[in-house]
């Protein structure tokens, strides 16, 4: 039995379903949830967090990465790049990956997401080269390092270049492969438990990398065994282009003919769907994973979130990949989200409490756990963290504070992060890995990795 005590909290942004904004509250935490929100006489706890000066917030969950791409940031050869350009030559770096290359990125990463605020992550790991190792085991034991809660993905290709897809041979595995693998994995993380710290998702990479064969028989075997299903979907024009020639049906038509639409699965993007489509979605409770950076850099487009809201589509954030995005902080995520739908959408666009329930319940329901994680209420995840309000940066920007992440952005780390009950980032520094450390041990394997 461990407990944990935030006591007096300036401003508890809830992110419940009534947006509850509560002041002067203490927040009590047994074994890893929230037993109750107080306000007056505090019982003693284990370890105590003074939150008089803080704000405090839902964890963000994180749905839609790539955390092996963190090692191939910044590279000046794709910068100008779009999709699909972009894929083929970075297949080339990505066919060296190993075990050493996914767990220290796989650190890098998670350890950013954490000090801005992230407490799940759902990553979606597609790229196996034949002999590099178990590299979803490589990012468990990142993840459980620093505390994170983590969602893996058993994603897959099977369609390479000799075979109208994108990646190169190195890259792709057979159906059974793939589907031997994948019965393992869901055996070995998919815990279905209430506060799980590990759970699983079958995701093949896209529709122009991977067989119809494989989509169908990924979506039964996640049925068979409950877990949920993920894809990239109507990220760019190239992917609609691709769907009609090969097949005579535009990407979600082509995805709804293979038992790829329902309340268990999400997709990555969503741009480029029509209201027809966007009704479809709705009407089927399947998700979307909004990662407006990323489709900035690539130039993929907008997709058409306030439509979406409006509808009742299940919408969550990601960063996307690491390579495409340039970093991995969902803070930044929500606050360009805000201004490009402000930019994009005028009136329309959604508020600033808006892309904070996008990032943290938002999210959580298309991890499937909306009632777990997501909102600070009794009986979920201790899972949260604290900004001191006092800092320079938001002096005289507090007068909304479930907006101001969207509207002003925070400069640097938050000040701590609590996942599960315990304390990931103190005073904005990882409690889990030395920095200093972990950053020399990461430019010694990109220099490896790249060859540099």
Known sequence: MSTLLVKNIRTLITCDAENHIDENVSLFCRDGRIESILSGALPEA??????SRCLCYPGLVNA????????SRNLPQVQNMELFDWLKTLYEIWKGLNEDTVYLSSLVGIGELLKHGCTTVFD???????GAGDLIGAQAAAADKLGARMHFSRGSMDLSVKDGGLPPDSVVQTIDEIMKDSERLIQK??????GAMHRIALAPCSPFSVSADLLRESAALARKHGVRLHTHLCETRDEENYTQEHFGMRPLEYMESLGWLGPDVWFAHGIHFRTDELKRLAETGTGICHCPVSNMKLASGVARIPEMLRLGIPVGLGVDGAASNDGSNLLEEMRICYLLHRLHSSKEAPSGMDILKMATIGSARLLGREAEIGSLEPGKCADFFLIRADRLELAGALADPGAVLCTVGLNGSVDCTVVNGRITVWD??????????LAEKARCEVQRYLGM
């Open 64 to 71: 839609h990465h790539h955390l092996y791409q963190i090692f």
């Open 189 to 194: 993380y998919q815990d279905p438990s209430f």
């Open 428 to 437: 904005g520094h990882l409690t889990g890995v030395d920095e200093l450390v």
């Open 46 to 51: 284990d370890e105590v967090i003074d939150g």
């Open 124 to 130: 979606h790991h597609y790229v196996f080269p034949a």
